[in-house]
């Protein structure tokens, strides 16, 4: 009896360890990433940016970590990874989440990305950072008290080496519901940091009822005030984008419109605009819609300071999907990438303007991948400006662009 | 040993109905040519499909009032479609699916590349959801994007029942 008993519990054992592989292997069907580890192959989403002495670094989710490895020869051999989360978390995957990184001058590297805390995937922005230029990262913290759900953080070092965070925040959810109304989507938080990314200052509201799931896109003016465009939520549901720009890091300016697309819709976009500011002070503006008064992507500056948009500009074949912008104030002028797919291949587009926007060059495919991918990102180093991008099938590319951008 | 293997047996055959239980809620792969397939399979018939996924606020809200219309039109077939970009999480899905009274549907999951999966169904549907298409049994189909108004969904399923009269 005492050996039927003893096999009973290896028998559960066994069957228990079967439901965890069995589990893994369900979390891996049909997902977004090639493998299930760690590595940068295995990752789903990566994100890139050069330090100011021009090394690149790396931070991407695979595994369920997050890890960060830098390069000295722009992207053509990398550092072994270092693990920023030791333990394997329930990352947020959500398509316009990511891991944030930002590097200061001294080499501080500021990290930030989110967590899915419970079943009803309520999310969390955890922070972290590293002193000893990326050796090793402290664990990994909240970055507000606030229980309610939190996502799509973006990070930035201003010029004077203070963070500035902003996501977007649940927490007035509960006493509206609870005084029996109806609330929407989330609402735009921010705080910032004088330690480098060591520590957080209290979170302040910048806007209540925005959209709850699309990134938000985050610059600095010349004037080093922070800048966020996002997609709110305007009168009667309708889903547009709007840019704040703060009188310093701890101080919200207005919401103005960038554009009346009229896009009413009780629904998560999942795609999120892009911002870039150029040294002359020029906002520019890209994003997704599907509105009444257009559809597809579209790009608009603004000469003054975010007050008014020029009119929208359509990007890419419209009968190829354009999707995921992003825009790079760069050293050769403006750069635009996106994706289109074409019913069987992802393919990067690029194009360049030399005058602020005004006029754009052809747009010419530049890499293309015939399974999932992540978003295109460019980044620079101050000379030249690459493309980073992450496909499962071809692993992670990271491809100069050519001199003239 | 052989009473050990024996008790192994016993034990598995006791649990294996138990787990199969559990996930009762059959959750069909939606792979490359499925949307075909399914709307082969519903030709003739009023349905309605719902694209959905478990991280999206506002399918949380809606999902529950569907399968309260589910049960009370039966003659309309209901099909839900997981369409969240990282379709890994069945065990959440079905979960949701059973909570909100949709375990009766014809249930499907987006399984690979999901871009592609949304091409073959509409090319010009980036992938915000939910999304409800109410297609009438001469295929005529309407796309409601975002939640859709469950009184919108009665008065077309008047409609199309009076249709067949």
């Not at chain 1, 316009?96 to 080499?107: F, S, W």
């Not at chain 1, 890091?249 to 419109?257: F, I, L, M, Q, V």
């Not at chain 2, 970009?85 to 249930?107: H, I, W, Y």
């Amino acid at each position: 009896m005492q050996m039927f008993r003893t096999t009973l519990i290896a028998a559960a054992a066994l069957l228990v360890g079967q439901g965890g592989a069995l589990a893994q292997m369900q979390h891996q069907h049909g997902s977004e990433a090639a493998c299930d580890g760690p590595e940068l192959r295995c990752a789903s989403k990566v994100t890139a940016v050069f330090a100011s002495d021009g090394t690149l670094w790396l931070a991407w989710m695979a595994g369920g970590k997050i890890s960060v490895a830098s390069s000295r020869d722009a992207g053509k051999s990398f550092s072994p990874p270092v693990a920023a989360t030791p333990e394997r978390l329930n990352l947020d995957w959500g398509p316009d989440a990511r891991p944030k990184i930002a590097i200061d001058r001294k080499g501080r590297i500021a990290l930030a990305f989110s967590i899915f805390k419970d079943k009803a995937f309520n999310g969390q922005v955890l922070f972290a950072r590293s002193d000893d230029g990326g050796k090793s990262f402290a664990a990994a913290r909240p970055i507000t008290d606030s229980y309610e759900s939190q996502r799509f953080e973006a990070i930035a070092f201003d010029n004077n080496g203070e963070v500035f965070a902003a996501w977007l925040d649940k927490r007035n959810r509960v006493p509206v519901q609870q005084a029996g109304s109806k609330y929407e989507g989330a609402a735009l938080f921010f705080a910032s940091s004088k330690d480098g990314g060591a520590s957080y200052s209290d979170a302040r509201m910048a806007i209540d009822n925005t959209c709850e799931c699309c990134r938000l896109g985050l610059a600095f003016d010349p004037q080093n005030r922070p800048v966020v465009v996002f997609r709110n939520i305007f009168e009667g549901g309708v889903r547009d984008h709007a840019v704040i720009t703060f009188a310093d890091p701890a101080t919200a300016g207005e919401p103005r419109r960038v554009s009346i697309d009229d896009w009413q819709i009780a629904a998560c976009p999942h795609h999120g605009p892009s911002l870039a500011i150029a040294a002359n002070g020029i906002y520019h503006v890209s994003w997704f819609t599907n509105g009444k008064a257009r559809k597809g992507l579209f790009y608009a500056s603004s000469r003054d300071g975010g007050k008014s948009f020029s009119a929208p500009s359509a990007i890419g074949d419209p009968k190829r999907s354009p999707s995921r912008p992003y825009l790079l104030a760069g050293p050769h002028g403006l750069v635009m990438a996106w994706k289109e797919f074409d019913g069987e291949k992802t393919t990067v587009k690029l194009m360049t303007s030399a005058d602020d926007g005004q006029s754009w060059t052809e747009p010419r495919a530049i890499a293309e991948t015939s399974d999932t991918s992540d978003h295109p990102l460019l980044v620079t180093d101050g000379r030249r400006t690459y493309l980073s991008w992450m496909t499962k099938v071809d692993g992670y590319r990271f491809i100069p662009i050519g001199d003239q951008s | 040993m052989r009473r050990e293997f024996l008790a192994i047996a016993l034990l598995l055959a006791l649990l294996e109905p138990a787990s199969a239980q559990a996930s009762e809620t059959e959750l069909k792969p939606f792979g490359r040519g499925s949307w075909q397939e399914l709307m082969k399979a519903h030709s003739g018939r009023p349905t309605i499909v719902h694209f959905w996924g478990v991280t999206c606020g506002p399918c949380k809200v809606e999902l529950p009032q569907l399968g309260a219309f589910m049960k009370d039109h039966p003659g309309i077939d209901m099909v839900t479609i997981s369409a969240d970009f990282v379709p890994d999480l069945p065990a959440a899905t079905r979960a949701m699916l059973e909570r909100s009274g949709l375990a009766p549907a014809e249930n499907w999951i987006f399984d690979g590349f999901a871009d592609r999966l949304r091409f073959e169904i509409d090319p010009t549907w980036q992938g915000d959801i939910p999304r409800t298409l109410l297609i009438t049994r001469e295929g005529e189909m309407t796309t409601i994007e975002g939640s859709a108004e469950i009184a919108d969904l009665e008065q077309w399923t008047v409609r199309q029942l009076a249709a067949r009269k």
